[in-house]
């Protein structure tokens, strides 16, 4: 029996025993709650960022805000990359379009954007791999319903939602200061505007939000329904969805109507947002595909018929993959339309022998010779129970842009995570907190044909020191 499965079987119990004691209509609530919360995983992700934005910055919709310098544990969103500057431009077009005018790369710097919907669904990759290939344009994000012709000049992005956000990274050549301020400037090139204001813009309002503790991990409380809550009225019910509105009325959410649950409703919403959690950790804890081969312990970033039904806008009558889109929202942000053209990741939550990350033991992950990627790779670790940089830590990655990254004799790079470098391998060294568990992610920017034709393979990481403390997170 698979230990994924095992963890299933275990939760099926224990909820089974405590559902014996809830009424008809409790259960039912409480089931009903359960699958919302999966459903809705991709749109209360979504708000989690824009109210940390909306109550902790000064940034607002339709502005920009970024991170002053490599992201670092205060940036708690999910895996995000600390190998580049980030820039979120969250907007919305019930007003009218929205202009995203993304600048060209040039000796001054370069980006990979994607932008997305409510739902997170991809609308377009921008940048370098991008729609513009490098040369900028000017993206128009048309509200629903959206009826009169685009002008010309423009990239019209027909979306569903009225809400979204794109997500910029501003490459750096290096982490110095110089080449972190470049980026910079290159990032705050970008503009966002009102279409009707297209002839005369306002300058674009940029926020740093470096210094803040940013954290939009999963609550797996009541709370999370006040994040449906505020996307139900917000935004109009899409034709897919429409068999959750009963559902949610149940729940006492209701378009037009205030949310309001007595303390016994936050209650049962609680401990089903709990067993959503746990049904969400067992299913990832059992593992992704495999990339390199069937024993391969890095795997792809998200279930493929998920990213298939996600890049087409699930256009396909047939397949609606909910259950892995709860997963991988749990997990991870933003959605890409061209997977693999701009960027590639890979995710490992195990060593080679098939053990768990444990911050007390020490790995070493060795990089081949002649990585396939024309921009950089790079290798973070994550805390595996909030799936964010972990707490406390002076860094979470390393990358190919590090000048003083030691090679060896045949051009492969060894990196070490644990909670102390080995010695003389300060360079090499990702730190791990002795009592947590962690997992990691492998970027490739830019990647080549060696990747996906897997004449390049990424060694799995191997346990090469003891414990010095448990982990308690799973």
Not at 214 to 226: K, P, Q, V
Not at 285 to 297: C, E, H, V
Not at 419 to 443: H, I
Request: glycine share 6%.
């Amino acid at each position: 029996m698979s230990k994924g499965l095992f963890v299933a079987l275990a939760l099926s119990c224990l909820t089974g025993s405590a559902l014996a004691q809830d009424s008809p209509q409790e259960r039912l609530i409480r089931s009903r709650a359960v699958e919302s919360v999966i459903w809705a995983m991709p749109a209360v992700n979504y708000d989690l960022m824009l109210q940390e934005m909306l109550s902790k910055t000064d940034g607002k919709v339709n502005q920009a805000v970024y991170w002053g310098r490599p992201l670092d544990w205060h940036n708690q969103t999910l895996t995000p990359n600390p190998d580049a500057i980030y820039f979120m431009a969250f907007f919305n077009t019930k007003d009218g379009p929205i202009v995203l005018d993304l600048p060209p790369g040039d000796n001054n710097g370069s980006f990979n954007a994607n932008i997305v919907n409510v739902w997170q669904m991809p609308l377009e990759d921008a940048g370098l791999l991008g729609a513009d290939k490098g040369q900028g344009g000017k993206y128009l994000i048309l509200p629903p319903g959206y009826a009169d012709r685009a002008p010309d000049g423009y990239i019209a992005l027909q979306s569903d939602t009225f809400g979204g956000y794109m997500l910029l990274r501003s490459n750096l050549k290096s982490h110095n200061s110089a080449d972190v301020a470049r980026s910079i400037d290159y990032g705050k090139r970008f503009k966002v505007y009102p279409l009707a204001q297209a002839s005369s813009p306002a300058t674009t309002i940029f926020t740093d939000a470096k210094d803040v503790t940013f954290d939009s991990t999963i609550r797996y409380d009541a709370s999370f329904f006040e994040h449906l809550d505020r996307i139900v009225q917000s935004e109009p019910w899409l034709q897919r969805d429409r068999a959750m509105i009963d559902p949610l009325k149940s729940l006492s959410i209701e378009k037009g109507k205030p949310f309001k649950p007595d303390d016994a409703s936050k209650a049962l919403l609680t401990a089903a947002t709990r067993e959503a959690g746990a049904w969400l950790e067992a299913k990832y804890d059992a593992g992704l595909p495999p990339f390199f081969s069937a024993t391969s312990r890095w795997t792809v970033p998200a279930p493929p018929e998920l990213v298939k039904a996600a890049q087409e806008a699930y256009a396909d009558p047939n397949l609606y993959p909910v259950d892995n889109r709860g997963m991988a929202y749990s997990y991870a942000y933003i959605g890409i339309k061209r997977l693999g053209v701009g960027q590639f990741y890979l995710i490992s939550i195990r060593d080679k022998e098939g053990q768990s990350f444990d911050g007390g033991n020490t790995y070493r992950l060795m990089v081949p010779a002649n990585p396939p990627v024309e921009q950089y790779w790079s290798v973070t670790a994550y805390d595996r129970q909030t799936h964010a940089l972990i707490k406390n830590m002076p860094r979470a990655s390393r990358s190919s842009q590090i000048p003083e990254l030691q090679k060896n004799a045949d051009g492969s790079v060894d990196i070490y995570f644990g909670p102390a470098a080995p010695v003389g391998k300060d360079a090499n060294w990702v730190p791990t907190d002795p009592a947590r568990k962690f997992e990691l992610m492998f970027r490739a920017y830019a990647p080549t044909k060696a990747l996906f034709e897997k004449s390049w393979v990424l060694s799995d990481v191997e346990k090469i020191g003891s414990t010095v403390g448990s982990g308690t997170a799973k």
